[in-house]
């Protein structure tokens, strides 16, 4: 059975950082691909950022230079750094896993139906 754990995640201020990581575990292909996704209240679920096996790395433009996704392939572990937060930012945060090494193919928007396996989300307040 495919797990992520998700921690971190809280309040700041705007300007704050925040910093999440995501444990998977029960995951049979290790040379899998992960990203993070947000949902705010009365929005769609977003992709934020993906990474694939080899570090491979993508962003949507409203967080780039700001949010930095990595990954520790010796702790299955992935990781969320958030600079420069800002009230836009607040939503639910979800981690999730695909077993195949590389990120989707389509554009970054449609991500979510390519990832079977998610965390259980962790909420990120950013106040003005």
């Known amino acids: 059975q495919v797990q992520l754990l998700e921690s971190g995640g809280g309040s700041v201020q705007a300007g704050g950082s925040l910093r999440f990581s995501c444990a998977v575990s029960?995951?049979?292909?290790?040379?899998?691909?992960m990203g993070w996704f947000r949902q705010a209240p009365g929005k769609e679920r977003e992709t934020v950022a993906g990474?694939?096996?080899?570090?491979?790395?993508s962003y949507i433009e409203s967080v780039k230079g700001r949010f930095t996704i990595s990954r520790d392939n010796t702790r299955n572990t992935l990781y969320l750094e958030m600079n420069s937060l800002k009230p836009e930012d607040t939503a639910m945060y979800y981690c999730a896993a695909r077993d195949v090494s590389y990120l989707p193919l389509g554009t970054m928007t449609t991500w979510s139906t390519d990832f079977p396996y998610w965390g259980q989300g962790t909420q990120v307040t950013v106040s003005s």
């Open positions: 029960g995951i049979t292909n290790n040379k899998y691909s």
């Open positions: 990474i694939s096996y080899t570090s491979y790395t």
